[in-house]
Every structure is written in structure tokens, then in C-alpha cells.
């Protein structure tokens, strides 16, 4: 006996299939109103909308209207489920918009699916949507891979996660974007995600002006061939913080990536890295760390690594050191060059999170490597305001560089250090 099948979605309840709406995945057919329809109704009547195997050329943005429920729809694994998009020509268009109805949690998911355009293009914008998951997805050759969006008044997009995700030829992998809404992107980020090498790339996360990500997910693995940074903070004000590992892999010569750039970014994890060593930047990694209200970083347990600066006996080199670590317990200068390989001097601040007060020396020791002499090396500091300064002293010691490396230690609120 055979079974005769009227539509593809044969069970009640069953997910809707993008085929019972007139979707041909054949690479060529235009599938948007049939994708449209059927997302629709998927959200009006709270139903998954399923996705076989084939390529889905979609010609204008797909939307799922706001609400305070979220949408699923599944593909058959992001090498099989194909959205194409190329074709869309309008510069920063979305080609899939999902509108919330900020303060609502409906943790849905978007799954093994890929993503096709072309770089005048956001993929996906998740528009003041709570808790809605993009899962094992990937996205190819797009100007942005995931946007948040705030749009519009009292809106906030939270718990909006990119999960198990691969972005390839994004120049931006995620982007944070605010017009009209609050400020809060809380716990929207990017989990176990990979982000591949692109030449053209400007950086792989983007924090616009007023955005504010916090307590949100940054555990990604970025191949990086240019010297761009991991993340860039627009803001001039307002810290962001991250909890999560970020890895890398640089090649190339002269490949030296930022971690961030712009305003402090706080990443609660680490770091680990192949190829050549990062630039910290404005990244503060540490075990405890808070916005005040203030929107300025706070940390305890911190490490920040200052680029290498060459250093000479005419004038002070300037180190800037994060707002997040101003007041940090201690700091050590290590120093690299012509008859000095290693050395430090360890320094302590005269009190924990303010201004960066003057720093006072209250140790210091020399350690050579190799037999190398550092006699009446290396540096002076002067008293300042927000950096430090060095410079070399009158010792046989030349072509010095030299590195910021400064803790904030301890475990407490601020006034206990």
C-alpha cells in the first residue's frame, strides 16, 4: 500500500515546510514571497518552519514582525539548507530582519542554515529580540554576518547569542548598532564561533556609539592575515565587557593584530594565540570586572599588555594604559635591546582605582639573559596624569624598546585594597 502526500507537512504540529508555500530550492527560482508567507505565519501561529536541502534565491529583505515570541526555522545542516541573497543590491540592507518585543525571553532558534550574499549586505539583524539563538549557521561574504539593532524607542536587544556560527569574508563578523533604543545589548554575543581570514576586513566586531554589551559571550577563534583589531569600540565613552576565550591564528609578516581599539573592552576569560603575539590595545582580561555607573571599567585580578614602544634618552615615550586599569596595584616595564635582553622594574601606584595618581617606585631589580650587561640602563619615569612616561638613562644599552605589563590585584570592593 502506498501513502499519497498532499502537502509536505503531514502531521499536525508538525514543523511547516518552506515548500507547502511554493519555495523551489533550485538556485533560481525567486523564493521570497513563499519564504515571507511562511515565516509569517510560523510566528502568528507559533509554529517551526523547516528547510530541506536545496539552494533559496531570495531577492528582497525577509521579515518576521514584532512580537514578543521569536521564531525557529531549521535547515538540514549549512552545507545542505542554502539562503542566496546575492542578488539584493541595496547598500546595508538586512536580508533577514527580526523584530522583538524588548523585556521577553522566547528563546528561539535559528539553525543549519547558510548564508549567501554579497558585501553590501547585514545577514541577519536581530531587532530588540530576547534570547533568540542563531545555531550552527554560516555566513558567507556579507559586510556584517549578525547586526543587533536597536532601533527604535525603549527598544534593547538581550540574550541574542550566535552559536556554534562560522563567518567567512564578513568584514565584520557581529556589529552593535544604536538609533533610537536604550543603550543595553546585555548577553548578546558570540559563543564557540569561528571567524575566518579576510583581507579586506576592517575589524571582526563592531560596538557602535552608545552600545552597550555587557555580561555578553566572546569566545570565538579568529584567523586574522591583516594588522585590524579583534574588536573595535567606537564609543569615546562607556566600557563594554565580555566573558569567553578569544584564540588566534596570525600569519603573515608584520601581521601583528590589535585585540581592541577605541574605548576599554573588558573580557572576564583570556587569551591564547598562534603566530605573532597581539597587541592588547584597550583590552582589559581579568577575573572581576563591573561597569559603574559611570559607564568606566572596573577590574580586579587584571592583566593588560601594553604594545612595545622604542624608547631614548632625549625624550619620554608615553604609555597609555587603559581607563579599566588607572589605579592598578602594580606594573612591570620590561625592557629589550642592545646590552639589556630582559628586565623589569616593578611599580605601585599610590592608590587603587583612582585617576592614576603618580606612580612610586617601591622595587625594582634588573635580570640579564645570555650574560648581556644592563649597567646604567635603562629608564626614568616622571610623574603624570593618565600615562606613563620613560625614557632611557645615560648606560651602554641602545635600541631599547620597552612594554607595559600592569596588574590590578586583589579581591573585594575597591575601598578594601
Known sequence: MSLTKASYSMITGAPINVLDYGAVGDGTTDCTTAFQSAISYCTTNNRELYVPSGTYKITDTLTKAGSFVGVNIRGEGAGNSILEFSSITTPNKSCLVLIGGSGSVPNNVIEKLSFIGNQNLRAIEIQGLGGQRIRDCKFYNFLVGGLYNNSTAGSFTEFGVYENCTFSECFYAIEYQRNLGDDSFHGSGLLNCVVDAYLNAVARVLINTGCKPYNAPMTAQFFVTGSIPIIKHVATSGAATFYGTITLESSGVGVVPTLADGYDV????????IGNTPLWGTLVVSRYESIDIGGVLQSLDTMYVGP???????TFTNFYIPTGMRGAR?????????????SYMTLSLVSPFSLFPAPTLVASSIADNAGQSSTNAIFALNSVTGEF?????AGPATNVTARIVAYNLGIGAASTL
Open 266 to 273: 573588558g573580557l572576564i576569560g583570556g587569551v591564547s594565540w
Open 308 to 314: 612595545a614602544a622604542a624608547i631614548n634618552t632625549s
Open 389 to 393: 612616561q620613560i625614557k632611557q638613562g
Open 330 to 342: 602594580v606594573v612591570y616595564v620590561y625592557l629589550s635591546g642592545t646590552n639589556v635582553e630582559v
